[in-house]
């Protein structure tokens, strides 16, 4: 008795046993307890094929297995079910011979071909035949999910307002995404200019943007014409200028947000040579842009020194 042989419709089961004559009420009831009997221990061999306790024969990428039902070719059909033990690790493409019957391919759930390590050494193998697939799938081995970092290519200019690194919530049960800049200080936008030396003469009372001629570094790059334009976040912004030949009135630094003035130093009373400062933690949102300004309400001549340690102006997100 074979049940991979029987049909899910009664009447078409009388005969098709070759061990099981054809089933009328006329049988002798000698005959019916064996039929019984027999059904019971189908059942039973078919459990044991399809618990797990079939083991693989062969090689890796040949397997063979011999079934405790004694299958035929014409049992490999759609919806056959078998439980297989593997004997060694998944190395590529593989198939398995039934019984001693013409190989098959096994293919992943996803059909397609089997790939190095798609399983391990001893892992179960849940297959079942497709007939439209002319394989075995393997329905608990599913399409590849994963990448290969060696296969990736390195980024050279990430955007740290988009591009985002995935990452798993347990507060939250569930994915979430994050930018790289909450990983690594090294990858966060941010940068560090200076004039290099070069001395900017400034003949206005009016407020002046001061320019950087040098940028020591540029992480993104987000600063360009003396201008910072960060991503989305938060930002802590810093400049230091110093003034000389200022003969009268007040003077001070201001950093610019969008074109306006957003913080500035207390006005301080002209000196031959001074240095002003100002620090800033902000929210931006992405396409706020900073400059540094400076100013002498009195004199409309006076120098902003080109000194790499006097005048500077840097940021960096937080």
């Known amino acids: 008795m074979n049940e991979s042989a029987w049909s899910a419709t009664a009447a078409s089961n009388d005969g098709i ?17 064996d039929w019984v009997r027999g059904l019971m221990a189908s059942r039973a061999r078919a459990r044991l094929d399809q618990g797990g306790a079939l083991v693989a024969g062969g090689t890796s990428t040949a397997l063979t297995v011999t079934t405790n039902q004694s ?78 970092i060696t296969a990736l290519t390195g980024e050279t200019a990430p955007d740290h307002a988009a591009d985002y690194i995935p990452m798993y919530d347990t507060s939250a049960s569930a994915n ?14 941010s940068f560090s200019a200076h004039k290099n030396g070069t001395d900017q003469t400034v003949s206005s009372t009016a407020a002046t943007k001061v320019t950087w001629g040098t940028e020591v570094f540029d992480t993104g790059p987000y600063f360009a014409s003396s201008t910072w334009t960060p991503p989305a976040g938060t930002v802590s912004i810093y400049a230091q200028v110093n003034i000389s030949a200022v003969g009268a009135g007040t003077t001070s630094i201001m950093l610019y947000k969008n074109g306006a003035e957003y913080r500035t130093t207390l006005p301080t009373s002209a000196a031959v040579n001074s240095s002003w400062s100002v620090t800033v933690i902000d929210t931006c949102n992405g396409s706020d842009y900073y400059e540094v300004y400076v100013q002498s309400v009195a004199d409309s001549s006076y120098t902003v020194s080109g000194a790499t340690i006097l005048s500077w102006f840097c940021g960096v997100m937080v």
């Open 176 to 189: 979430r995404k994050v930018l790289p800049r909450y990983f690594a200080p090294s990858v966060r936008a």
């Open 71 to 148: 299958l035929s070719s014409s049992h490999i059909a759609n919806g056959l079910r078998l439980c297989v033990r593997t004997a060694s690790a998944a190395t590529g493409a593989a198939t398995i011979a039934v019984d001693g019957l013409t190989a098959v391919d096994i293919k992943t759930n996803g059909v397609a071909a089997v790939a190095s390590g798609d399983w391990a050494n001893g892992a179960i193998l849940d297959l079942v035949y497709s007939s439209t697939a002319s394989a075995f799938i393997a329905e608990n081995i599913g399409p590849a999910t994963g990448f290969s």
């Open 17 to 33: 046993d070759s061990t099981i004559g054809t089933v009328a009420n006329t049988s002798s009831p000698t005959s019916v307890d």
